[in-house]
C-alpha cells in the first residue's frame, strides 16, 4: 500500500518523510485528518504526529525542524 507523500516532525524534533520514516516502521497517513501514526512491525503504536503536505506548510505553523532521511535514527540523540 502506497503511503501519502509528505512530511512529519518526530519525537527528536527533526522533520521526516512519511515515504522514508526509517526505523522499519509502517506509516499510516491520514491527510483528510491530517494525522501521521507510526507504527512497528508487530503492530505497536509508536509515534503520532501531525500531517504536512509540505516542508512550506510547516514553516507556515512556525514549525523549523532540519529534515533527516530514513538512516538517522530514532531514538534520544545521547543513546546513538
Do not use: C, Q
Not at 512491525?41 to 533527516?68: C, F, Q, R
Request: proline residues 4%; hydrophobic residues 40%; glycine residues 10%.
Amino acid at each position: 500500500m502506497a503511503v501519502a507523500p509528505g512530511f512529519f516532525v518526530d519525537w527528536n524534533g527533526n522533520a521526516r518523510r512519511t515515504e522514508d520514516a526509517g526505523g522499519d516502521l509502517v506509516v499510516d497517513v491520514d491527510t483528510a485528518a491530517r494525522y501521521v501514526a507510526l507504527y512497528t512491525s508487530n503492530g505497536t503504536l509508536m509515534h503520532e504526529a501531525t500531517y504536512y503536505k509540505t516542508l512550506e506548510d510547516m514553516e507556515k505553523k512556525g514549525i523549523k525542524a532540519p529534515l533527516v532521511d530514513g538512516s538517522v535514527p530514532w531514538g534520544m540523540k545521547n543513546e546513538w
